[in-house]
């Protein structure tokens, strides 16, 4: 991971203080209950997110460099640890929803506990060993907005279990409100021929597995200048293309078959009408919105029966190169609508919509290491590396993602049928 | 089921609000998130028993017999139900384990909005009518009953689960306290040969499986006048009982296999030494107290290898015919030690110890109609008959029975491999 | 075991004789593709049950008594095992249909090896040993009885598994042909109350699951005279007895879901008739002959539905003292049928039909030790005693059981969910 | 795909001769018997390898364009059709092991029927049609040589599966002979940096999956001149390569301790030595010839531990138009060695050993569509598209790849965790 220089450990702390207590926020609406719940094996309790954030600093910060630090609880490193081998032995991820202990009071007093120590350890004096401390403190953030994506997602999916699907914000906004942005002037957008450097490049923080920027070359290829909606999703389902094998990968034609999958996940259909389950209580499906909740597999097959492709990964990227920014009414977590929303873009420069937020992008390019890809020794080696088989890379972001988290060469990876993410469609022209 | 006449409402009052209570009191120890665990399918969570034993009496005897009765929620019909099929469908068992909500507090409110409609109901004028809901009201209470043996059996196998290995009553006594009373005289009582009458006389409540007093032959044979201690059960494990196939039933052997059964359930080895985790938390295993949390095939394997054997259940109810008594100082749920003790009799003139509470003794009967079984017709009729496959009978009730609850005539019934009730061994002669 | 005296050996000799060829002439029809099917678990193909029951003799008899016997392959003892632990490792049973070799021819070639070597046994001079070889020798030809019987029922599932639904014995006559016989004159017998001898008496062949005749006590009841037919079930399946789950046990109608049962086993619905699977090929389901190829819990249910129920095995046995007998045209193996055939006396004496042969009687009783059962030290004591577990006893056999090998006092056990056998339904009246 | 212009149809029907011919030589060693075995879902028996081989020329060729031909049998299109949604149901991938009928020599007399019907469609009048079959025709022939490739693979794993470890080619010279031919001169070869054109060009046949060539960018590398050795592969064992996570991916690991993955497939130790199962029967690893069986995960570790990596595919493609060739001694299926040889060029002039035959090479590239990919229409169109996912390309054929099938451009593809091809390993350098 590569990090700026910091000025002063004053704007860390600043951040460091801002992160750790949105965590907490996005807890506030849940029961204890809530917060022990693992319905299926890809989800994570609530309380554990917030243990295993907390974890991460004490692991790797408190514990190795503030002398004085007093671990919180002996057994909490087996608890909370995630996948790290390094570091020993662990709670096994199907069963992290067996722990009804520690109590959620209890991890929340192990968040103040870290959360002090960090803080005496951001004031102490600068020295030529802070450099370092303030990477480890950087990817403790940056690990920690992943886990409040994650968060959102998994207590989606938790709240949508229930019978009784309860609103994890009631008194918010709608998720549909009137579009006020502009739209696109052109439906597609060219993106010529050539050698694209792909990778992170300059001074800002990346993961590893963005590194090592090398070139590509591409040929030329048109984008969609939006995202795939709702109401063109539908009329995929309604000309049959849950049901026609000519527009699946065989392993996806498997899939819904043995799932019965007949519409995005949190679909249902009730009096002839398509609702979804939000983050706001069950919700007439927004038809200008961009469709979510889709796997790869669903996101390949609608490309096929469009007559139309997935972008790869590199694509993507010297799209953004061309095209990104970040308009200021972008739709991260910070917007609270917890939804995609519609096209909508603040500056009329703009001529792609949706590029970061609303929806990570399925591309159709494998999770793979960049050429010259390292990984770092010990267990901070273990972040991206060994997960690189059998997975997809997703672009761009989405609503559940922090706006300071995402950036354009950012490689997100889920395996080929997951549907618990915000995840989208972006079109590109054969 | 048979319900003895009732003088008054007023006992049975009084007796509806000592059980209700009992079963509030028994999850006090428990923090929210406890109560909604699932660590295997055959647990429930506390909360779930908290409701489900409300919506019996909702279900039986307000909904069809009180007019003024307001729904407390129209979905907990659908969360609470456990098996009746009569009733429509429901909460899947297994995914139990995913509802959160209602939290804690509603299902509390819910109990009391229950209880005091049923103090309407049966604060109200007597009536012919009333005898029948007398013995709905009875079997409602005997089925709370149950679930209390249930809730302490779930909560030890939850609490058991974590790492932290939690007290769920740290201030109790010890288990293995100092034996005051006194030890049967003889090791073998012998019961005769002849006809005996098996199954439920007279006015007292029992279930419907224990109907129909009939005649059965039995040879005459002796029984053990205490359960097979843990330290017996030690020696059978030293001897590598554990390792060998000629004790073990074929699918037993094949569990031990797969399972890496070594112990009984809840048994560690810490420096040469066994532990065993108890509702009070990691303690010594008590040599002279009766071993538990075995399945039926180890028990059949441990009668194998002292060269003895089961009784059927027909013989060990000849054997509380000629033996039974209730101890001052027996053993049961009120006792709050949680844990089986060693053999000991409040009076001398009792030939045989333990045969109510402390431990269910397995049988090597199936669970199976006793002629002229009938069921009743609708919903109750699903309470008994319809489990009467693949299970083995245990008799005697435990240290986590209601001293109320249990009688000699009273049928229990689990899978052969289970292990995580109150389970022991009592052996008869060849 | 127990076994009457032989006068001399050449009587048994021309038995073992008989009875081996008996074996090959069943797989006779068969390819050498067919003999080595394993399509489901409890299935074995019929190549290993030409081994298998060779390497009984070799290794019980020929091994340990024959002193200048020479071992046919050094491995057979390992790939034709079935489940005996005492004699070491085994080829595991779910993977039998993974063995090609040795090719069948081989395996024929290795049963006249042990012929030979068996028939200089049974030629050599009696002795007092002699006896108790007999007793073996009988022991191995009532094994490889049993195994006929399993030959015909694998075979029968082997090939129904294939699109093209070979006919095994394709020249054989019809199954349903024109009853001859007579007809019970009532339909229902009554056994009076009393105390009944249980079990094996006198000095023919048994199992030791049928040893110590010891004393029931049964209430009077009746039995239906003769088998629940096609016409019959096929009324309790229009009547939507698959669908109700008010007839069934629990374990069962989680069954009838999953599986999706809606007829016994090899019934397919054309055209609005029903046919099923034969030995014959596919023929036309015959109304007046037997239902067969069910499991317990559809005969459980058929008979709930009926308003009557099933016998205990106690009854049966009971039942088949008072009315038993052999009529010379029994619908065994010999007679080719492979088919239960409609009710059909050869003498009016009989008041009972189809006792003994036709189809397995499913009873309502577990598989359970008799009083004082002990099994044999060594390999023979794996017989049957490790078994007495979660099976429900048949009585009286089936078309597809050896006449000289079926016996009122006989115990069959399959586990509840089975219907590749055999099996068919008698009623009691409650 | 793409065919070369056919002069005349008497090449083709030779073509076709031989090719048919060689697939029956294949299965001439096996027993009836062997030809049925499906020991895991992944082989196929070689019966239905023999029927599916000849079913695609009866369904692509015959039935649509030879008016006179007589269908052989009604049912054989569903029991040979093998995933082709297009043409309609058929036997479950999982099932075709329950197949014994019908026999062999009917599966024999079906290639015989189709063979015929084939030599009359290739001598036939030329016409402007017959271009487009002579398409299909050679789609079909390289279809059969596949099949050829997976019939050896499958076979040595159907009879390794037997405890009698039979030999499939006993009399054949053994595999690992004297080496008379030349080795590289220099360890690693140097590709250069630059932009390469990968994909087939020119007029020979290829894939669909092969096609529109494109420029792909690539830094300088540096590749082994030959496979890994076994001797190599024993070091990375010896030194804990299979108990070490830091080597693995986590997917990798999670199979390691499952399966307890210890060496290669096939591979046993007894008495201190290393052997394996080869289909000369068992037989001492040969230190110098390459490693083969072993899944992507080991090939992968095994980089990581010796501190090099893998190609991608595109880096093996560059790397063989520099360095390929075919040398007259090359290990393929015609030398029936059937199994990888050490390095061993005919020709000085080669730098670069085993890149054709011997052991397909694993690239840590993910089979995904080349630009521009589209599948034709109609069933031929599933024969390649509908996998990419979760797969990786390996190249450069093996010692069961037959000559005439493999070139420089062909994308094999396996899931990470298969073992039972003939797989190896070549290095990069970081």
Known sequence: MVTPPIGHSAALLARFQTIRKQTESLCAPLTPEDTVMQPMVDVSPPKWHLGHTTWFFETFLLKPH???????????????NSYYNTLGSRVNRAERGTLSRPPLAEVLAYRQHVNQAMETLLQ?????????LAALIELGLQHEQQHQELLITDIKYILSCNPLLPEYLPEESPVSGPISGKQPKNEWVTVPEGLYTIGHQ???????????????????????????????FLQFMEAGGYENFVYWLAEGWDLVQQQQWQAPLYWVQQDGHWYHYTLH???????????????????????????????????????????????AAGNF???????????????????????????????????????????????????????????????GGSCATPQSHIRTTYRNFFHADKRWQFTGIRLAQR
């Open 124 to 132: 102490s004096e600068l020295s030529e060993k802070q450099a370092d």
């Open 333 to 395: 977590l910070e917007s609270r609508r917890m939804q995609p929303q519609a096209a909508c873009l603040a500056d009329e420069n703009f001529a792609v919509a949706q590029l970061l937020g609303d929806a990570w992008e399925w591309t159709y390019s494998a999770y793979l290491p960049y050429p010259g890809f390292t990984t770092a020794p010990g267990a901070v080696g273990e972040y991206n590396g060994k997960f690189m088989i059998n997975q997809m890379v997703l672009r």
């Open 202 to 232: 300059g001074d800002g923080f990346c993961f590893d597995n963005e590194l090592n920027p090398h070139q590509v070359f591409l040929a030329e290829f048109k984008a969609r200048a939006w995202l795939v909606t709702n109401q063109e």
């Open 66 to 80: 503030l002398p004085a630090y007093t671990e919180f609880h002996a057994q909490y490193a087996f608890l909370f």
């Open 281 to 327: 209580g069950l919700q007439q499906v927004d038809l200008q919105a961009p469709v979510t909740h889709i796997s790869f597999y669903e996101a390949l097959a609608y490309a096929n029966w469009s007559g139309h492709r997935l972008l790869t990964e590199f694509e993507w990227e010297a799209l953004a190169q061309l095209h990104a920014g970040t308009p």
